[in-house]
């Protein structure tokens, strides 16, 4: 947030005020997703652009693998989050494409943070 509020070149930022439309492949009911958030950018090129941004870790953004030492609750849990984001970010995704956005997941691999 303070990186949006010092940075010159983006001209609009939001947190969590646009909602989307997405199927839970849990319960097959629409729900809305919150995306992080949205923010307008002047490109160097002197274009602006709108980015849908959502911060997640890492370990949230693959797809859970089922080991010896993880307990099967555990395995469930990170499966069901990973159905409702896949979900979630697929609906993001096409609502940008047809608002000519763009949606990008920023994890602390994408910002340098070990």
């Known amino acids: 947030m303070l990186f949006c509020d010092r940075n010159d070149n983006i001209l609009k930022w939001s947190s969590e005020e646009l909602a989307i439309p997405y ?4 319960d097959n009911r629409v729900h ?5 958030f ?3 950018v002047k490109e160097k090129t002197g274009e ?3 980015y849908l941004v959502e911060i997640k870790p890492s370990r949230q953004c693959v797809k859970p693998k089922q080991s010896d030492n993880k307990k099967q609750r555990t395995f469930l849990k990170e499966s069901k989050t990973w ?5 979630k970010w ?3 995704t096409q609502f940008a494409k047809k608002q000519n956005w763009e949606f990008k997941i ?3 691999k994408t910002l340098g943070i070990n």
């Open 90 to 92: 697929e609906a993001a």
């Open 23 to 26: 199927m839970s492949p849990l």
């Open 106 to 108: 920023i994890t602390e």
């Open 38 to 40: 949205v923010i307008e």
């Open 48 to 50: 602006t652009k709108v």
């Open 32 to 36: 809305r997703y919150f995306v992080d």
């Open 83 to 87: 159905l409702i984001n896949n979900s």
